[in-house]
């Protein structure tokens, strides 16, 4: 066992562990850690316990200290700082022509650093850039290029929920998205419909993703052929949340071996339909992606 406290920063809902050093820590406690981008400020989100080693995906880092009052007069002179740091970079960025977008400014609490952070559409050679910077501000900078998914997290919004964005409140970590989630959920494959702010496919399709592959399990597809206890059918549609399949009887013409769809739809418990497809066929159906949906959607994949 090992004793942590979990550390939380203003722009990220992220919980971190760090080692407490034998000190006592409070919920809500201001304290100063380091991090890969320096010293930074941050506020106790878990009080000292104690969790299993395997728990522990990196070793623990120590808590420098606890934060004082001039710690936090830093760090609301730094805010204060932001605009017009913003306001230079995007002057200088204009003048040496760069295609690049600045997304925000941050000074690291004991001054030894400012990161800019930016997103663009490829690489960008910012070589002169951070020297005029540096020149500038007289310190050192760190030009750091973050994807659009990020750059959502960083900014915050409102999705098309009409709820804050979950990435900006509360989700920690983006799990891989793909179309194949969205169809299996039977939504409109409308790129503005499954489609975030951030122009990506919407990181809440995970959420429900596990769920509706059990509902799928032993369900036909839309217009697969089963048998029924009226006979021949085809499948029109499938309520996962139901257990139910909406069927359309089919007769063949004895003449010409056609089908002949009935004009009355039929609804059937799953486990009266029985479905014609092949030995050793899966329970969970994997559904189908046209090369046409795929074109449409392959920019919402591309980060």
């Given amino acids: 066992m090992v004793e942590i406290v979990g550390v939380g920063f203003i722009k990220s809902s ?31 989100l878990i009080a000292n316990r104690e969790i299993d080693e395997d728990e522990l995906v990196a070793e623990l880092k120590p ?3 606890r934060a004082t009052a001039k710690d936090l007069e830093t760090y609301q002179a730094n805010l204060a700082r932001r605009d017009d740091a ?29 990161v800019f ?23 050192r900078i760190e030009l750091r290029q973050i994807g659009v998914r990020d750059e ?17 409140k509360w989700l920690s970590d983006f799990q891989p998205v793909s179309i194949k989630m969205a169809k299996q959920q039977n939504l409109s494959l409308n790129p503005t419909k499954i489609s975030g702010t951030c122009g990506r496919l919407m990181c809440c399709l ?22 029924t206890p009226d006979g021949y059918a085809k499948v029109v549609n499938v309520d996962y949340f139901n257990g139910k399949v909406n069927c359309r ?43 046409d949906e795929m074109r449409e959607l392959k920019k919402l994949l591309e980060e």
């Fill in 86 to 114: 913003m306001k230079v970079c995007a002057e200088k960025i204009a003048k040496h022509g760069l295609e690049m977008k600045l997304i925000d400014v941050e000074f690291m609490i004991d001054g030894t650093k400012i």
């Fill in 206 to 227: 995970n959420f429900e993703d596990k769920t509706y592959k059990e509902l799928r399990k032993g369900m036909p597809n839309d217009n697969e052929r089963v048998d």
């Fill in 63 to 65: 808590v420098e200290r």
């Fill in 249 to 291: 009887g089919i007769e063949i013409d004895a003449e010409t071996g056609e089908e002949i769809f009935s004009q009355e739809i039929r609804s059937y418990n799953k486990e009266d339909i029985r479905r014609r497809g092949k030995k050793g066929q899966k329970d969970d159906v994997e559904v189908d992606i046209s090369k």
């Fill in 117 to 139: 952070y930016f997103s663009a559409d490829g690489r960008v050679d910012f070589r002169e850039l951070a020297k005029d910077l540096a020149g500038h501000f007289k310190n």
């Fill in 152 to 168: 959502a997290k960083m900014l915050g919004g409102i999705g098309i929920c009409g709820r804050p964005l979950c990435c900006s």
């Fill in 14 to 44: 992220k919980t971190y562990y760090f080692d407490p050093k034998g000190e006592k820590y409070e919920l809500g406690d201001m304290v100063i850690v380091e991090t890969a981008r320096g010293m930074e400020l941050g506020h106790i």
